[in-house]
C-alpha cells in the first residue's frame, strides 16, 4: 500500500525524530537520496552540467547539498539563487567548496544556464510553499520547462499544493520528482500529479502513524487479499447476486456492458431488471433477466442503478429502499435524490465522473477537475455514501463517520485510454459485482477501480481500447493480480 500524509503529519515527525538527531542530519539524509536519484538519471555524472534552482528554504538547502555532492563527482553544478540573502547558508558553503557556481536567478536570462543543462533541480520550494509560484519562481519553472535536461523535483514539483492536488498558475513540470520521509497527497492526485513524473521515496526515518494516513493507493497485495474466491461450499447464490438495472430502448449497450463487467466481477450470478433483455441475452446468455419491476426480480446481494437510464427514474424507488449495497452511476446520480440516499442504512456507493460531481455539487466541471479531492469528499458528506470519483486520477471517499482507518484511497492504475465511451459502465457493473460478492464498499470501489484500470492497459497495450475490450481483460489482470 502507498500511504500519503498531509504536511501537518509530516512536519510533526519531522521534529520529532529532528529533536533525537544531530542538528543537520535530517537534511544529509534527503541530500544524499536526491543526489543519488539525480545520479540514476543522469547515468555519468562526471562532465554533466546541473543546474540548481533554489529557493529561500529548506527544499533550497536540500537542492544545494546534493549539488555540491554532486560537484565533488565531476559534475559541473551551478545554483541560481531566488533570494540571495535569504539562501541556505550552510548548503551554499558546501556547494562552494565543491568548486560549484552560485548565481543570481536573473542570470539565467543572459547565461542561459537552465536551457543547456543535463538536468534541471528543482528546489524552488517544497512543502513550505504558499499559494501559486511569485513571479521570479515561475520565469525559473519556465526556464526548466523549456530546458533540455531532465528536471528533477526536490519533494514536490514547486508551485503544487502539497495537500490538495491543486495547482495555481505556473508550476514546475518534472521528470522525476524524488520525495522525503512521506507521500504528500499532492503527489497522487491530478493536476498536481501530472507535474510530479516518476517518484522516488526516499526514507530519512520518519516515523508517521498509519492512522493519519491522507490518502492510500492499494498495490497488487492488497487487491489479491481482497479479491473474493469461490470455497468448496459456494454456490451461485452464496457467491452473491448483483442486480442491474441500466439501458433503455435508446441505450441498449450501457446494459450490455454493465452486465459485461458484472458478470467478471466475482458474484455467482447477475440479474438484469430493463427494456434491454434482449440485447444482453444474447451477448451473455447466462443473464437472469425479468423485465421488472427490481423488487420482483428475485434475491440480489447488491444492486447496480444508472448506465443508460436516460429519464427512467421507475426502478429507483425499489432499489434504493432494498437493504443491501446500491451503486449508482451516470443517470441514476442524476435521478436519485440526496435526501433518499443519506436515509438508506446499507452502504450506498456513487461513481460519478467529473461532470456528473460538478451538476450534483452545483459548480461547474473545472472546479471538480482542479479540486478532486475535496470535491470527492464533499459528495460523500453530502449523501452519506462512498463516492468514486472517475477520471485521470480515481478517488474514492468513503462517508464520513467511517472510521478513522478508512482514508481516501486513490487508484494508482488508470491509464488515459480508459477514457473511452462506455468504459463507465464496465466498471461499475464490476464493482457492483464484488459489493455483491461481500466485499465491504471502498473495498469494492477501489478494487474495481484497480482492476478496472489494469484491465484497460492490458487491453490497449498501446493502441485504443473499446470498452468490451476492457471488461473482456479483467480475467487476464484478476488472474495476474492473484500472481
Ligand atoms: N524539516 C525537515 O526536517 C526536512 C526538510 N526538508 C526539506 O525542507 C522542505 C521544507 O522547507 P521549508 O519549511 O524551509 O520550506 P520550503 O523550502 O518548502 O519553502 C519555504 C520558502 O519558500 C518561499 N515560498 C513560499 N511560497 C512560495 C511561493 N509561492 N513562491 C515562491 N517562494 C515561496 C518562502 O518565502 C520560504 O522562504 C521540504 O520540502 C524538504 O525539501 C528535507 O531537508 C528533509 C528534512
Ligand atoms: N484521462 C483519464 N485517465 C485515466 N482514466 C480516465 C481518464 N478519463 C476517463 N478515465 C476513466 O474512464 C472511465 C470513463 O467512465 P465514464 O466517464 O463514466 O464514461 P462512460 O459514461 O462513457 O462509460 C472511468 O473509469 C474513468 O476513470
Ligand atoms: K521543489
Redesign the pocket.
Known amino acids: 500500500m502507498r500511504t500519503a500524509y498531509d504536511v501537518e503529519t509530516v ?1 510533526t515527525a ?2 520529532a ?2 529533536a533525537r538527531l544531530p542538528e543537520g542530519a ?2 544529509q ?3 544524499a537520496g536526491l543526489a543519488a536519484a539525480c545520479a540514476d538519471l543522469l547515468g555519468k555524472v562526471y562532465g554533466s552540467r546541473i543546474a540548481l534552482l533554489v ?8 537542492a544545494l ?1 546534493a549539488g555540491a555532492r554532486l560537484a565533488r563527482r565531476g559534475a559541473g553544478v551551478t545554483a541560481l539563487l ?2 540571495p540573502d ?1 539562501a541556505h547558508a550552510s548548503g551554499l558553503a558546501a556547494l562552494r567548496s565543491a568548486g560549484g557556481t552560485v548565481l543570481g536567478a536573473e542570470a539565467d536570462a543572459s547565461t542561459g544556464i537552465v536551457g543547456r543543462a543535463d538536468l534541471v533541480v528543482d ?12 513571479p ?3 520565469q525559473l519553472a519556465t526556464a526548466a520547462a523549456a530546458s533540455d535536461g531532465l528536471t528533477v523535483a ?3 514539483p ?2 503544487v499544493d ?1 495537500d490538495t492536488g491543486t495547482v ?1 498558475g505556473e508550476a514546475v513540470r518534472a521528470d522525476a520528482t524524488v520525495t ?2 512521506a507521500y504528500k497527497p499532492g503527489l497522487l492526485v491530478d493536476p498536481a500529479r501530472a507535474h510530479a513524473g516518476a517518484l522516488r521515496l526516499i526514507d ?1 526515518g520518519l516515523e508517521l502513524p498509519p492512522g493519519r494516513a491522507e490518502l492510500t493507493a492499494l498495490q497488487h497485495d492488497d487487491v489479491a487479499a481482497l479479491l473474493p474466491e469461490p470455497a468448496g461450499e459456494s454456490d451461485k447464490y452464496r457467491r452473491g447476486v448483483v442486480g442491474v438495472v441500466a439501458g433503455s430502448a435508446r441505450y441498449p449497450g450501457a446494459a450490455v456492458l454493465a452486465v459485461a463487467g458484472a458478470l467478471r466481477g466475482g458474484a455467482g450470478a447477475v440479474r438484469y431488471v430493463g427494456p434491454a433483455a434482449q440485447a444482453v441475452l444474447s451477448r451473455f446468455p447466462e443473464t437472469l433477466v425479468s423485465a421488472g419491476p427490481p423488487a420482483g426480480a428475485g434475491r440480489v446481494q447488491a444492486w447496480v442503478i444508472g448506465p443508460g437510464l436516460g429519464d427512467d427514474a421507475s426502478g429507483l424507488a425499489d432499489v434504493l429502499s432494498a437493504d443491501v449495497p446500491v451503486l449508482i452511476d451516470a443517470d441514476g446520480l442524476r435521478l436519485a435524490d440526496a435526501k433518499t440516499v443519506r436515509a438508506r442504512t446499507a452502504p450506498t456507493v456513487m461513481t460519478p465522473h467529473a461532470g456528473e460531481a460538478a451538476a450534483l455539487l452545483g459548480v461547474e466541471r473545472g472546479r471538480v477537475e482542479a479540486e478532486r479531492l475535496a470535491s470527492v469528499r464533499e459528495l460523500a458528506e453530502r449523501y452519506a455514501a462512498t463516492v468514486l470519483l472517475k477520471g485521470s486520477t480515481t478517488l474514492i471517499a468513503p462517508p464520513p463517520g467511517d472510521g478513522d482507518s478508512s482514508p481516501t484511497r486513490v487508484n494508482p492504475t488508470g491509464t488515459p485510454w480508459l477514457a473511452t465511451a462506455g468504459s463507465g459502465d464496465v466498471l461499475s457493473g464490476l464493482t457492483g459485482s464484488l459489493l455483491a460478492a461481500g466485499l465491504a464498499p471502498a473495498d469494492a470501489a477501489a478494487t474495481g477501480a484497480y482492476l478496472h484500470g489494469l484491465a484497460a492497459r492490458h487491453a490497449a497495450d498501446g493502441a485504443p481500447v473499446s470498452a468490451q475490450d476492457v471488461a473482456a481483460a479483467i480475467p487476464a489482470v484478476w488472474r495476474d493480480v492473484r500472481g
Do not use: C, P, T
Not at 123 to 134: A, F, Q, S, T
Open positions: 512536519r519531522e521534529r525524530l529532528m535530517l537534511m539524509r534527503a541530500a529557493g529561500s528554504g529548506d527544499n533550497g538547502g536540500d547539498y531566488l533570494s535569504r528546489g524552488i520550494v517544497g512543502i513550505g510553499g504558499k499559494g501559486g509560484l511569485r521570479r519562481a515561475a526536490v519533494d514536490l514547486s508551485g502539497a495555481h522525503f520521509g530519512i
